[in-house]
Every structure is written in structure tokens, then in C-alpha cells.
């Protein structure tokens, strides 16, 4: 039996189907912001977007510019307005989805979901880093989240067996 998707694995399978990415060597801001219309800039500043105008911070290693340019990517397609504008309730709201987002979009379920993983967390880890070019702390979280809804999904069927 395959896994169920929540709407943003869906929503993150649908978008990189679409603009025809479907391994993990394709996960890079070379291959993906031309895809998507957008425009990359490094400066050095903290990442931000304006408009379809992406500003990756030029001081960073390759890992940390892509996780930004995941979260930036967020706040572009689900985001509008000024952050300067807008309560700090719905900023950390904000700020919450886009790296939930960017969790997903540079480790997507779908291409973990091929992967055979280690027993060892830490080789677990470190595939995953190899893998997705992404830091440390980034993939233990994202391997921790994966493995958790694993469980769920297994709970959850499991208990509709037994209830039937």
C-alpha cells in the first residue's frame, strides 16, 4: 500500500510534476526558478523576494541558499503583501508556513518515498544530505516529520482494520 499525501506533499508533488522535476538531482535553483518565471539575485543581504524577484544571500554555502530560495518561493506563490504591513501574529504565521514549505519542497515525500533509508538517524541524515543538498539540522527535521507521519499512517490503519 502507497502512502496518503497531505495538500502540501500534493500541492508540492502537483507543482514539481508540472514543471517537469522528478529526482532529486533536479532540486536546485538553476533548474527550478527559470521554470517558474522568476528571477534569482545574490547579494550580500539576507534573502528576501520582491515580486518574482528572488534575493539569495551571496554569504551563504549552496545548502542554505536553497533552503532560503524554498522559503522565499513560499512566500511568492501563497504570500501577498508587505510583511512590514501586516500584524507579527500573521508574519510568525507566515514565517511558519514557508518553512513548512520549504521542507517539503526540498525534501519532497514522494522522492523519500523511493529512497530506502538507513536504520542509523544519523546515516539517515546524511543520505539525506547528500541527497537534497541541504544542512544538517534541516534534514534531521525533515526526516524526523517524514518518519512521524509514517507512524500515523500506519496507526491509522491499523485501526481501521481492527475495526472492521
Not at 82 to 88: E, G, K, M, R, T
Request: charged share 25%.
Amino acid at each position: 500500500m502507497g502512502n496518503t499525501y497531505n495538500n502540501l506533499e500534493e500541492y508540492v508533488m502537483q507543482l514539481l510534476n508540472r514543471i517537469k522535476i522528478r529526482h532529486p538531482h533536479q532540486l536546485n535553483i538553476e533548474t527550478i526558478y527559470p521554470r517558474l518565471g522568476l528571477n534569482v539575485y545574490y547579494i550580500p543581504h539576507e534573502s528576501m523576494v520582491i515580486e518574482k524577484n528572488v534575493f539569495l544571500d551571496n554569504r551563504k554555502d549552496t545548502a542554505e541558499q536553497w533552503q532560503d530560495f524554498t522559503h522565499e518561493l513560499c512566500h511568492i506563490r501563497w504570500h501577498e503583501g508587505d510583511q512590514a504591513f501586516i500584524s507579527i501574529l500573521m508574519r510568525e504565521y507566515q514565517e511558519w508556513k514557508a518553512e513548512n514549505f520549504s521542507q517539503h519542497l526540498c525534501i519532497p515525500s514522494f522522492m523519500l518515498d523511493r529512497i530506502t533509508l538507513p536504520n542509523s538517524e544519523r546515516e539517515a541524515i546524511w543520505l539525506l544530505m547528500e541527497t537534497f543538498n541541504v544542512e544538517y539540522w534541516f534534514a534531521k527535521k525533515r526526516l524526523n516529520q517524514y518518519i512521524r507521519n509514517l507512524y500515523s499512517q500506519e496507526a491509522s490503519t491499523i485501526q481501521q482494520v481492527s475495526q472492521c
